[in-house]
């Protein structure tokens, strides 16, 4: 993608956000300006991924919607900083995905509470 573009697509989205500082939450030319971002954004990843891997990407956003949101966030970020050579291919995808697995993987523990209240294990219980 060109640096042009990119620069011509963040002074648009600019804009969109200082003219919508002002408008009351639900206005039409918000939701104007949020369906102007997805289509953005589905241009950028359509220029980004080949095939294979936007449909990894779409099955993705069907179970997990927010690590969906945040791999597109990553690529799109990679693509505005010129980070890609070329199109993402599937193999590429899974690796982008592992990252930001690890990046949000939570630890998980287990602490088990015992309470003391009646012990059977003493012989004085009747």
Sequence with gaps: MADEELEALRERRLGELRAGQGEPPGDPSQQEAKQREAEIRNTILAQVLDQAARAR??????????????????????????????KVSEQGLIEILEKVSQQTEKKTTVKFNRRKVLDSD????Y
Excluded at 61 to 66: E, F, T, Y
Excluded at 75 to 80: F, G, H, T, V, W
């Design 122 to 125: 003493e012989e004085d219980d």
């Design 57 to 86: 990407l779409s099955n993705l956003a069907l179970v997990k919607p927010d690590k969906a949101k945040a791999v597109e966030n990553y690529l799109i970020q990679m693509a505005r900083f010129g980070q890609l050579a070329g």
